[in-house]
């Protein structure tokens, strides 16, 4: 476990999966990470690779041959390397050498940069494909926050709201049986209350989205999540169906990749929400969480 920390946060990240397991807001001294109780789940914040969600059948085909693979992918399960640390920021590196062929047929090298700036924690990921002809992935975060944040508060005193982003159609998506199915639009800025019952069938999933809020309504407390240019989000808690309940966390997951759809062919190509990378290139793209 490392720590990075500035005047308003103390963040500490474990090298197993390059993840976050701890932030602390020094002025109003609240953490905010869920605890990774595994009575509700026992993770973090995993970062998802090279698929998010699931695979129809648990499968998918690279050139004629098959591959099995579990969800969300095996990245949140190795051991990164160090590559740089400073007091505020981190880099973690993981290069793949030939250790995943059998489940995914592509060399790359993987790098989370952390870096704080005042009271947001910025998250920037690099893919880089080192293979001889062109990749494909997924790849998605998945930060929990605890909720209530304080003691006199419960889960129902707080709510979500989820804003669009400009000049692009926000849609909604649901999971049936882990797999994904378009809902309807979702345009326009998206204001609820957190009750059990959302999360009844699973996540909600939106595309072109924004900003993702997670706020308390009888403090100021709350999650500011920036992640333009994603082209999905997920909000999920673990959902208690036998008394109706949710876990103590929030989930608000940007993601550059989904579940399957139903109707997919299961060539990785041709997956709905799939990434393209040419030979030598390098993926890039960053989210942000500002605690308050």
Not at 150 to 176: C, G, H, R, S
Request: hydrophobic content about 35%.
């Amino acid at each position: 476990m490392i720590t990075i920390e500035n005047d308003w946060l103390k963040v500490s990240i474990r090298t197993e999966g390059a993840e976050v397991r701890e932030v602390y807001h020094k002025k109003n001294e609240l953490d905010y990470m869920w605890t990774g109780d595994s009575a509700y789940w026992g993770r973090v914040s995993p970062v998802l690779f090279p698929i998010v969600g699931r695979l129809k059948g648990d499968q998918y085909v690279v050139n004629g041959e098959p591959y099995s693979m579990s969800q969300h992918g095996f990245l949140r399960d190795v051991n990164f390397e160090i590559a740089e640390q400073t007091a505020s920021s981190a880099s973690f590196q993981f290069e793949s050498d030939g250790l995943f062929t059998d489940i995914y047929p592509y060399e790359f090298k993987a790098i989370i940069h952390y870096i704080l700036s005042e009271a947001s924690l910025i998250v920037r990921w690099e893919i880089m494909n080192e293979n001889k002809e062109t990749m494909y992935f997924s790849i998605g975060a998945h930060p929990a926050f605890r909720i209530p944040l304080l003691e006199n508060e419960t889960v129902e005193d707080y709510k979500v709201k989820v804003i669009p982003a400009e000049n692009k159609k926000a849609m909604e998506y649901e999971l049936t049986d882990s797999l994904i199915k378009e809902k309807g639009s979702a345009d326009g800025v998206q204001s609820f209350s957190l009750t059990p019952s959302l999360f009844a069938n699973d996540a909600s999933i939106y595309s072109n989205i924004d900003y993702v809020t997670l706020e308390s309504t009888t403090t100021s407390n709350g999650i500011d999540v920036t992640l333009k240019g994603f082209p999905f989000v997920g909000i999920w808690s673990n959902y208690n169906e036998a008394d109706g309940t949710i876990a103590p966390f929030i989930c608000i997951e940007p993601w550059y990749g989904v579940a399957d759809t139903n109707e997919t062919s299961g060539e990785l190509k041709d997956k709905f929400g799939i990434n393209k990378l040419e030979v030598g290139e390098t993926f890039q793209a960053e989210y942000g969480m500002r605690f308050r």
